[in-house]
């Protein structure tokens, strides 16, 4: 049996504050009408994904796929967020980053 990811969410303290952070990162827009308070909706997501209000936890991280890793994790500091040092493997460059928030997430640019 395969298994796609069928749909996630990240906790964060602050929905606008995060609407504003991955909408600045990955031009994300939100589906207002999906949307209430403690809830927003990415829009036209291959994978239907949103953020819930509440306090951060650490999961298993989610990649996010990217063409220029460092270019992206200048991008998040830039906003306000946190970057590691990007590490090398044979499928390619990822790297362990947080929003401006302290939600972390990584990132992964394919060899």
Do not use: N
Request: some cysteine; glycine content about 10%; overall charge negative.
């Amino acid at each position: 049996m395969s298994t796609e990811l069928g749909y996630f969410t990240l906790d964060t303290p602050d929905i606008d504050r995060a609407r504003a952070f991955y909408g600045g990162l990955f031009g994300w827009t939100f589906d207002d009408a999906a949307s209430h308070e403690t809830y927003a909706h990415v829009a036209d997501a291959g994978i239907p994904f949103g953020f819930v209000k509440g306090e951060h936890r650490d999961y298993s991280h989610l990649y996010f796929r990217v063409d220029d890793i460092d270019a992206v994790c200048a991008q998040i500091v830039d906003l306000g967020g946190k970057c590691a040092v990007p590490a090398s493997s044979k499928s390619g460059r990822s790297v362990k980053a947080s929003d401006d928030q302290g939600v972390s997430f990584s990132l992964w640019e394919p060899a």
